[in-house]
């Protein structure tokens, strides 16, 4: 499960804490611990020798404090209980994505359907932000499906797309792989670029390899 945790300054904290979740070590294992997140950041991390087997569930705490100008504050601080089987860590982040579960980044043919289809099923395995990769295609596959990739509102149940990654077709000849030769072009200067691509709205990377 996914929480959207930033880094923000404000008069009323935003606190998470985790109870009894495995975390991974600076050497490289994992141990339990208890782990409190203030205003997205990791203030605190504290290490348990036990383990419970409670069901995971979720519970909201309100702490009132005063600020002693005759005003009380509310701290809202969201408790969230694991068990020993739980790892927390940050989500993952794929630079090169070019898709998955049957659906192809580069498919002249892409649907909105489908990316959605692949943005839920990633968060399930850890992947929080990914971007969508396509590779050597003819001009009119890129009109198509760049649109599509960099204007979609991300849902809560879903991995966010974090940019087009460009790759090709500014690609030598000689180190092709499975680019298709009949697509690939000479890249002399940015022109180049938009007559092949379009508009580059929400492309993150290009990969060239002239």
């Known amino acids: 499960?996914?929480?959207?945790?930033?880094?923000?300054?404000?008069?009323?904290?935003?606190?998470?804490?985790?109870?009894?979740?495995?975390?991974?070590?600076?050497?490289?294992?994992?141990?339990?611990?208890?782990?409190?997140?203030?205003?997205?950041?990791?203030?605190?991390?504290?290490?348990?020798?036990?383990?419970?087997?409670?069901?995971?569930?979720?519970?909201?705490?309100?702490?009132?404090?005063?600020?002693?100008?005759?005003?009380?504050?509310?701290?809202?601080?969201?408790?969230?209980n694991?068990?020993?089987?739980?790892?927390?860590?940050?989500?993952?982040?794929?630079?090169?994505?070019?898709?998955?579960?049957?659906?192809?980044?580069?498919?002249?043919?892409l649907s909105p359907h489908q990316i959605r289809h692949v943005t839920r099923r990633v968060l399930k395995h850890g992947v929080t932000s990914f971007c969508p990769t396509v590779i050597t295609s003819p001009p009119s596959t890129y009109r198509h499906v760049l649109p599509l990739l960099s204007s979609r509102e991300r849902r809560d149940d879903e991995a966010r797309l974090a940019g087009v990654h460009l790759e090709g077709p500014f690609i030598c000849p000689a180190k092709k792989g499975c680019h298709p030769a009949h697509c690939l072009r000479d890249f002399k200067d940015v022109t180049a670029a938009e007559e092949v691509y379009g508009s580059l709205e929400g492309v993150k990377i290009v990969t060239l390899a002239p």
């Open 1 to 80: 499960q996914r929480l959207n945790m930033t880094k923000t300054r404000s008069a009323h904290p935003e606190i998470y804490r985790f109870i009894n979740y495995r975390v991974l070590h600076p050497k490289g294992y994992l141990y339990p611990a208890n782990i409190t997140v203030t205003n997205g950041i990791i203030s605190h991390i504290q290490p348990i020798t036990t383990k419970s087997t409670d069901d995971e569930h979720a519970e909201t705490t309100e702490l009132n404090t005063n600020d002693n100008t005759n005003n009380d504050t509310t701290t809202t601080i969201k408790i969230k």
């Open 82 to 109: 694991g068990s020993h089987r739980h790892i927390l860590s940050p989500g993952f982040i794929d630079v090169q994505f070019n898709g998955a579960y049957g659906v192809d980044f580069s498919s002249p043919s």
